[in-house]
Each structure stands twice: as structure tokens, then as C-alpha cells.
């Protein structure tokens, strides 16, 4: 490992000196904790198609997608044409525009469980004020969030996300806050990931108080491992019984298919929170559902009973450069993706049984994980086991090799990307497990 550091630190004396620059003004020297990995991160100068170019010039296949946001990669045509006609027009106003308009339509006529939606500048926002409108909806207090999902950072759902260390017990009932300076989370109920009869069990215990039940269909940085859709189904049924609003957080796996995961699993929840991928690379997320649940935000006849504000929301660039985005994600586009997804899912799996490695490889369309444990996955709690030393050699490896993967594990593809990137970024694994490590 420590011949690993000492190579990336020869290829990358611009990033370290920015680094060392930014301590004095960014806490740890960056401006979000996912991007920073020791001894410090690359900085990135810029990006074109699926390929990104680091402050010393290195070049490298762009497989992390600004956290999977960057389904078009960088500088795709239509949106760098949108972005371009929609900033000689105004970036944004003190008052609704016809771009937000537009993009709405796009979200609400292939979104099966969004009616009508309203936009926010971030995934945080959407799933607050989400849980705002079931909990008014409801007049409850409560909520239940499956273990492992990540929600942003609004304090009710910002737990129980890290892996759990293999020593603790299986008990899952525990509500653990993932940052300091957070309250009113107690409330918040955890049930566990792809077990049916456990959380069937839990929510059926909990459900005259719960308000909203969310999770991540497939979760994403935590695990990328598909749903059985005996559970999501199980899920829709309880809530509905029980009164419950049912919230499908689609932030990330937006891009499944292209209908979202409640497409490709035929579970249709109450509402949808979106992100990442509806932007065009720019800040933009969104909230939608039924009608009646929506309308909690009308203010056409007097004061709603949400008020939401939000002096970026909606904002017309964003909506503009989500909109030709989204129009450019066709039923061939995502075609496309999860073959090439397969593809580099059945490489890594051929190459990790080849060097007898114990990792394995989870996924979904066209996002992915590399686990350095070949422990079987029941439900996310076992994504806690693996050898993160392995896992920090292959990041390393990695960078050194032209690619650019995220920290954890997870990479993603985007549309520029054919056959001969994919096999890139299986190669570099195979080459970093032999030359590297050994195997």
C-alpha cells in the first residue's frame, strides 16, 4: 500500500499543492467529505465525453460521474447547446420560467407515481420536504427508513447508513445518527434491507405511527444490490394497508431504466424524490407524487399548507440543461447502458475467480460495486465485510491505470462510453490484482 501512496504522490504535485492550498479555507481542503480520500484527492481541471483531466494533466476514464450525476459525461451537445441559449437568456428569476414547465412534463409523463412535482437545488431538500408532506398528509410523527439508505443529511434520515463493524450484533432496531449536532431522529424506525418477513414484521409494529416509509429501491453508494421484488411488493402492500405514504428515493437509481427502479420493478410508491441525473449536471432535484399529496403545496387558493420556498428552485438553467439531458436519455440509450453494464459486471466477476480473489461485483443498469468479500449478500448489513485495504490497493491501482472510480468502490457509466472503456476499466483491475498485489 505504501508503494501505492508514494506513486500517486509522484503523478499528482498540482493536486497536492492545491490541497495544501485549500486547507486555509475549505475544512479538510475540499468542500464535500465524499471526495476526499487521503493523502488528499485529485483535483479535476476539466472534463470531456466520458474522460476527465486531473490539475497535472493526467487523463483518465471518468467512472465516478460527479456521484453518478454525469449520466452524459461532459459537455454532451444538447445540453452544452441548452446551457449556452438558456444563459444568454437569463440563468434565473425572481418568477416561474417555461423551462421549469417543461422539464416537469418530461419527469411527470415517465415517473408512474409522480403527478404533478415540485424542484429543489438538492436531494437533501426533496426528501425533506417529502417526509413533510406525508407527515401533514398523515398527521403522524414517525417515519421508517431501510437500513443502509442515504437520504442527504436531513437529520431525520441521516442515520443508519455506514457499515455496521462485523462484531456488532444483528440487532436492527437501534437508531444510530451518523454526525454529531443532529436531533430529532429518535423517532425515526429502521427496517432491514431485502428481509420481507423482518420488515414486514417492523412496520406492521410500528405502522399506526409511522407517516412515511423511504428507501432507495437499489441502493446506491451503500451497496448497489438489486431488490428482490417479493420485498418491494411487500412494501407497497403494508403501506398501503396501513395508511402509510410509501417514498421511493430515486436520487441515484433514477438510472436504472427508463422509467426509474419503480419501472423496471413495477412497484409504483406514493411519491418520488429525484436528483443527480434530472439536472444536466447542474443543481437540480425534485419531489413528486399523487395529487392529493401535492396539493398540500398549492397556494392558488390561499396559504398552502406547506409553504416551500427555495430561491434556486427550479432555476432556469438547471431546467433547462435537465431537460435536454432527460430527452436524450431514449429507450435505446438505457438499452445501451445495461448491456454495457452486464458487460463490465461478467468481466469483473470472470477476472476475480481467474486470480482467485475474494471480491465480487453487484449492480444494477448501469451502476456498480466492487465488494472485497465473497460473503454472500442477503440484505445490506453484509456489505460491512470486506478487506479495505484490498479495496483502497484497487482505488489506487485504479487511478494510476487511467481510471477514475469512486473511493468506495462504486463506479458508474454514462452514455459516451462503448465497449472499449468497459473493458478498459476491467483490465486495470486484472493488472492491479497481479502487478500491484500479487494475485
Not at 16 to 32: D, I
Request: hydrophobic letters at 40%; one cysteine or more.
Amino acid at each position: 500500500m505504501e508503494a501505492l501512496i508514494e506513486r500517486y504522490k509522484v503523478h499528482s504535485p498540482r493536486s497536492r499543492a492545491l490541497y495544501e492550498r485549500a486547507l486555509a479555507v475549505l475544512p479538510g481542503g475540499t468542500t464535500r467529505t465524499s471526495v476526499f480520500y487521503a493523502p488528499y484527492p485529485l483535483y479535476i481541471e476539466r472534463g470531456a465525453g466520458c474522460r476527465v483531466w486531473d490539475a497535472d494533466g493526467g487523463e483518465r476514464i471518468d467512472f465516478n460521474g460527479n456521484a453518478t450525476s454525469q449520466i452524459h459525461g461532459h459537455g454532451h451537445p444538447a445540453v452544452a447547446e441548452a446551457v449556452r441559449r438558456q444563459a444568454e437568456r437569463g440563468v434565473s428569476f425572481g418568477a416561474p420560467s417555461e423551462a421549469e414547465i417543461r422539464l416537469a412534463e418530461v419527469l411527470c409523463e415517465r415517473i408512474s407515481s409522480v403527478e404533478q412535482v415540485r424542484f429543489t437545488s438538492s436531494g437533501t431538500e426533496a426528501v425533506m420536504y417529502a417526509l413533510r408532506v406525508a407527515k401533514a398528509f398523515t398527521g403522524r410523527r414517525k417515519i421508517a427508513k431501510c437500513e443502509g439508505g442515504f437520504h442527504g443529511a436531513h437529520d431525520s434520515v441521516h442515520v443508519n447508513f455506514a457499515p455496521v463493524a462485523p462484531a456488532e450484533p444483528e440487532d436492527r432496531s437501534g437508531v444510530r445518527p451518523e454526525s454529531q449536532g443532529m436531533s430529532g431522529y429518535e423517532e425515526t424506525v429502521i427496517f432491514p434491507f431485502n428481509d420481507t418477513a423482518g420488515a414486514e414484521a417492523i412496520l406492521e409494529q410500528h405502522g399506526k405511527d409511522l407517516a412515511a416509509v423511504i428507501l432507495e429501491p437499489v441502493p446506491g453508494s451503500r451497496g448497489c444490490l438489486p431488490p428482490d421484488p417479493v420485498f418491494l411488493t411487500m412494501l407497497r402492500e403494508v403501506t398501503a394497508r396501513l395508511g402509510i405514504v410509501l417514498i421511493f428515493d430515486e436520487v441515484m437509481c433514477l438510472r436504472v431504466s427508463y422509467r426509474g427502479a419503480q419501472g423496471r420493478y413495477g412497484v409504483t410508491p406514493d411519491m418520488t424524490t429525484m436528483g443527480k441525473i434530472i439536472g444536466g449536471g447542474l443543481p437540480l432535484a425534485a419531489f413528486g407524487g399523487r395529487r392529493d399529496l401535492m396539493a398540500l403545496l398549492d397556494p392558488s387558493a390561499g396559504p398552502p399548507v406547506i409553504p416551500q420556498t427555495g430561491t434556486f428552485n427550479g432555476a432556469a438553467l438547471a431546467a433547462a440543461a435537465g431537460t435536454a439531458a432527460m430527452e436524450a436519455l431514449t429507450p435505446e440509450a438505457f438499452d445501451r447502458l445495461e448491456k454495457m453494464g452486464e458487460r463490465l459486471r461478467e468481466g469483473l466477476s470472470r477476472v476475480f475467480r481467474r486470480r482467485e480473489v475474494k471480491a465480487q461485483v453487484t449492480g444494477v443498469g448501469s451502476m456498480f460495486r466492487v465488494h472485497t468479500t465473497d460473503r454472500r449478500f442477503e440484505t445490506l448489513r453484509d456489505t460491512a465485510y470486506g478487506d479495505r485495504r484490498l479495496s483502497q490497493q484497487l482505488f489506487f491501482g485504479l487511478l494510476h491505470r487511467g481510471i477514475l472510480p469512486f473511493a468506495s468502490g462504486m463506479g458508474c457509466l454514462s452514455t459516451p462510453m462503448g465497449e472499449a472503456e468497459v473493458d478498459a476499466f476491467v483490465g486495470a483491475v486484472d493488472e492491479t490484482l497481479v502487478e500491484d498485489m500479487g494475485f
